[in-house]
């Protein structure tokens, strides 16, 4: 917004990299006032081997997944402009669940804040492994690396972690240290849930 001129600081149109005392006056124009009331954040349930950002690679791109036919809402979809949707906090490849995409410049850095929370599902696939202490190893070097983490729920084969939010692909990794073998699904982060947005399908929030 700062780019097009649509900011002005205390009269003045501002520039990129300018500075704001905190009694300034700051003053949006209509067209910043419109992109911000027309501003959507829509969740997609990412399949494994998608890549949830345009500029990764090694998969198919998950944004490509976001047409009509995939849309599960209430009502018409919006029309998708890739211009203007970030993805608000990514998924590694080998990942499902929850991506985030958004207009919504405040709430992208809100969800990629240090502090943002996420609930992930593990489900092992090995008959074979013990959960409950598996879980205890995966909490424990989450813990380690200066991460929050603590189970919340458990049965046979699946846990239910909250986590401080994890750099991409990193619970992965954690459970391939441990030579565990578990599908990874993200269902939540921050304030955003998957719900039950059936996989590949996506939805307004």
Request: aromatic fraction near 4%; hydrophobic fraction near 45%.
């Amino acid at each position: 917004m700062i780019e097009k001129g649509w900011v002005s600081v205390n009269g003045r149109v501002a520039a990129s990299g300018d500075r704001a005392l905190p009694d300034a006056v700051i003053v949006l124009s209509k067209e910043a006032q419109t992109r911000i009331n027309d501003a959507f954040t829509l969740v997609l349930n990412k399949p494994r081997g998608f890549v949830s950002s345009p500029d990764e690679t090694n998969g198919a791109r998950a944004m490509g997944l976001l047409v009509h036919e995939n849309f599960c809402g209430l009502g018409q979809p919006p029309m998708l402009a890739s211009q203007g949707l970030r993805v608000a906090g990514r998924l590694a490849v080998s990942e499902s669940g929850l991506v985030v995409y958004t207009t919504d410049t405040a709430l992208a850095r809100r969800l990629a804040a240090s502090d943002v929370d996420e609930t992930w599902q593990l489900e092992f696939l090995d008959d074979a492994t013990d959960v409950a202490d598996a879980a205890q190893r995966v909490v424990a070097a989450l813990v380690l690396s200066g991460q929050t983490a603590k189970v919340v729920s458990m049965d046979a084969s699946i846990v239910t972690l909250e986590t401080s939010s994890l750099v991409k692909g990193q619970l992965s990794e954690v459970l391939s240290s441990f030579a565990l073998r578990a599908s990874v699904m993200r269902l939540r982060r921050g304030e955003i849930a998957l719900g039950d947005v059936p996989e590949a399908q996506w939805q307004l929030v």
